[in-house]
Every structure is written in C-alpha cells, then in structure tokens.
C-alpha cells in the first residue's frame, strides 16, 4: 500500500512537499511516481524516479514541473517525496504516488496511492 500526505492550500509562489510511505512490501525494486489529476481532467504524468538511482536519468519530470519539483526516495523508510517549489494555480489536482515499471502513463504504473489534495490559489 501507499500512503500519501502533504498536501493542503497554498498560494502562488509557495513551496510544499508531498511523502507517500509504502507498506506491506518493499518498494525498492520499483520505480516510483508522481501523478496528479485536476477536477475534469485525466490523471497526468509529474514526475518519476528509477530503482537505479546511481545511474544519470533516474528522475524525469513533465514539462510543467521540470525545474520546479523534485523528486526523490529513501528506500529505508519506504518513501518517495515530492518537493514543489514554485506553485501555480495550474498546479491544482489531487497527487497520487504510484510504484511500478517506470514511464510516464499510468498503465505503466501498478500500484497506487490514494491521493492529497493540493490547492494553488493565484
């Protein structure tokens, strides 16, 4: 399971930081992520980051949130995080964490937290 917090309101220009803790199984082995879904809207790619974190490329972004956002993973206490730095209103959606193959859609992706909310007012 995963288990995502951090989110909340904030306004244009601020900065949060989203965990998501995995439980019942070590999620070491797995590339993990970040998506995000706005009201309407299709759940969208944010970022991901590789098991093989020593290797250039682990960590990858969308467009919208490359040099704003990091991501990152401490794979002893089972956790990925998401720095946002930067917000934008557009920023706006429910944040879920994911752990699966790797890529940048959601089937590649097989397990799921439940999301946290995250409002960016301008």
Known sequence: QLQASGGGLARAGDSLSL??????????????????QAPG????????????TWIDGSTYY????KGRFTISRDNARNTVFLQMLNL????TGVYYC?????????????YWGQGTLVTVSS
Do not use: H, N
């Not at 934008?88 to 920023?91: F, N, Q």
């Open 62 to 65: 969308a467009d919208s949130v």
């Open 98 to 110: 994911a752990g699966g193959g790797g890529g940048r859609t959601v089937g590649d992706y097989v």
């Open 19 to 36: 965990s998501c803790v995995a439980s019942g199984r070590t999620f070491r082995d797995k590339a993990m992520a970040w998506f995000r």
């Open 88 to 91: 934008r209103p557009e920023d």
């Open 41 to 52: 809207l299709e759940r969208e790619f944010v970022a991901a980051i590789s098991q093989f």
